[in-house]
């Protein structure tokens, strides 16, 4: 994991963002929250799975088809399976040791 401090690259209500090997953070402080940082290693094992292009794909199409569902777009992020997953186990530190491959299917 790659850390990266660029306020100027994420939108006002994101502060952080998982880019493959990056993790870009909107604040230094962010560097030392074990429970976000978590969340953003969860995302890169996930993008590794899906050899990094296909998780951009399927989570763009995931995104498009649940703002279509619920009608909003914050709602639509939250309900993302990849992001159902990450926010669910950000507070296990343990979780990547013990998750399946392809573990964000079971957040469908």
Request: aromatic share 18%; glycine share 4%; hydrophobic share 45%.
């Amino acid at each position: 994991m790659i850390i990266i401090v660029r306020p100027k690259l994420l939108r006002k209500n994101f502060n952080g963002m998982t880019l493959w090997p990056f993790v870009v953070l909107k604040h230094h402080s962010l560097k030392e929250d074990a429970v976000f940082l978590n969340h953003e290693r969860i995302h890169l094992r996930q993008q590794s799975e899906l050899l990094v292009v296909f998780f951009y794909l399927w989570y763009g199409l995931e995104f498009l088809v649940r703002w279509i569902q619920y009608g909003n777009r914050h709602k639509a992020y939250k309900n993302i399976s990849f992001e159902r997953e990450a926010y669910q186990n950000e507070n296990n530190f343990d979780y990547l040791k013990m998750r399946k491959v392809y573990g964000f299917l079971n957040f469908l």
